[in-house]
């Protein structure tokens, strides 16, 4: 059975004209006539002609498609710069393939090899928290497929990456809760298999050697989740170790540790305050408000797609990797600082 869509020798047909003549007009080339031009995008106007995906990527050796791995699309960071991702590929004529990792190594192996089948010509890559070997991500490379790492970088892997200067950020964090009076800060941090696990930490660590005040390490607690966190602050107040400030890895940390910090009846930020990381949606409607380092996930998510894009199509044949690291502000509320 045909297909309904329009085609160029559909146009030719009707207008008496070569199919060449008509993809020439389309394309306003100058060896054709302005009338043909005019009377060529009429007819293609009212009968609503598209050019052909399809046609149109194998001519070019390309499928018009990037593919992007992240952790979980449920966080409000990784969606935030999904959505930069999408307008800049949406202006590019490109069509976003997402796979979500769910913080697995073994899933975040299969999202390539998936993305891989599907002829995309780029993938942008968060790891995983489980990821720290990366072959798969070599694979790619060798077969010609550009990468761009955000947020949550490889190491070990010489491509693009967009990042914020994360120990920058939790320096800042720090230094706001310890200008604040706080003395006995906690930090709720990340896995230190992840770079900005390890970043986070040192920020943290950083500002309290520069204040003077000692390192406690039983108020250095891995917990990156809601519910770790709530466990990680019953255990400090049922031990007796109370800190006066902590200094979370993410906003869903910091939020699941005032909602317990509440319930065992200590005031927020009078004698407990507490400081996030990315901004999310939720740190504008607790109570108090969430004070918080804003990562600027869709400029990020623009930033990326762009240098991918300029991988995928660039004729150069020197490959230089570029670092990008964006500006991360913090945003003060009333979790930090009575308001």
């Not at 059975?1 to 085609?7: G, L, P």
């Not at 070569?18 to 054709?32: E, N």
């Not at 720090?174 to 906690?186: F, M, P, S, V």
């Amino acid at each position: 059975m045909r297909s309904n869509q329009i085609t160029i020798k559909d146009i030719a047909r009707i207008l008496g004209i070569s199919a060449s003549t008509v993809s020439r007009a389309l394309k306003d080339h100058p060896d054709i006539n302005v009338d043909t031009k005019k009377a060529v995008n009429e007819l293609a106007g009212k009968l609503k002609y598209h050019p052909n995906a399809v046609a149109l990527s194998l001519k070019n050796s390309r499928s018009n498609t990037i593919g992007v791995i992240i952790p979980e699309i449920v966080h409000y960071f990784f969606s935030s710069v999904i959505s930069g991702i999408e307008d800049v590929a949406s202006q590019k004529g490109f069509t976003v393939i997402i796979c979500q990792s769910n913080e697995s190594y073994d899933r975040e192996v299969a999202n390539a090899r998936t993305l891989l089948s599907h002829r995309v010509d780029g993938i942008l890559v968060s790891v995983s928290k489980e990821t720290h070997v990366f072959d798969h991500f070599v694979d790619l490379q060798e077969g010609g497929i550009p990468l761009v790492f955000f947020d949550r970088i490889a190491p070990d892997i010489n491509a693009d990456q967009v990042i914020i200067d994360d120990m920058e950020a939790s320096y800042k964090a720090t230094r706001h809760l310890i200008e604040t009076g706080r003395k006995r800060i906690a930090h709720f941090a990340g896995p230190q298999t992840l770079v900005i696990g390890r970043d986070r930490l040192q920020g943290y660590l950083n500002a309290l050697t520069e204040a003077g005040l000692p390192i406690d390490n039983r108020l250095i607690i891995e917990a990156d989740t809601f519910e770790k966190a709530r466990n990680a602050v019953i255990e400090l107040i049922d031990s007796g170790n109370v800190p006066d400030g902590i200094f979370a890895v993410n906003d869903l940390t910091a939020i699941g540790a005032m909602q317990t910090i509440q319930k065992k009846g200590f005031k927020i930020p009078d004698e407990i305050s507490i400081v996030g990381f990315s901004d999310g949606r939720f740190s504008g409607i607790t109570d108090p408000n969430l004070t918080s380092v804003d990562q600027h996930g869709y400029e990020m998510g623009i930033t990326a797609a762009e240098m991918l894009f300029n991988r995928i199509l660039s004729t150069e044949s020197i490959y230089i990797p570029e670092v990008k690291v964006l500006k991360a502000e913090l945003i003060i509320r009333g979790s930090s600082l009575k308001e």
